[in-house]
């Protein structure tokens, strides 16, 4: 059994231990590609939005950071239109063995709730928010007013 595969089993036991307020698997029968949901947090705009996310890892993990994308459109200053996410701590230079699955998901839950503008992957969203948060709020709403249609 590799090293990765040892240390998913292990994080993937401890977070059904110790359950990670607003994550949750949904899929983890191939242990190199998880599935799960990120809810939105409370008194944000992304409240009661719930956006599937996918982590798939390399056979170098956790030497290496997984690629970790939201499998829906997320109108957000720091994902990209694809779901791909910009955010430190999954850069390769940025990177840390010590950094687990809960780093990750507390990252990402973070983020809705405190956006970077300086740094966007949606230029589109971060101007929004720099300039008319109550326009951005309205749009991420709407937004997920309309994927929960599906």
Known sequence: MSMAVKRLNRELNEIQKNPIEGFILSDTSDIMIWKGIIEGPKDTPFENGKFPIQLTFDTDYPLRPPSVKYLV???HPNIYRDGKICVDILQINEWSP??????IALS???LLID????SP???????LFMENKIEYENKVRE????????
């Open 73 to 75: 459109p997320i109108f």
């Open 98 to 103: 010590a950094l687990t699955i809960t780093t």
């Open 108 to 110: 990402l839950r973070s």
């Open 115 to 118: 956006p970077n503008p300086s």
């Open 121 to 127: 992957a949606n230029r589109d969203a971060a101007k």
């Open 143 to 150: 937004d997920i007013k309309n994927s929960n249609k599906f």
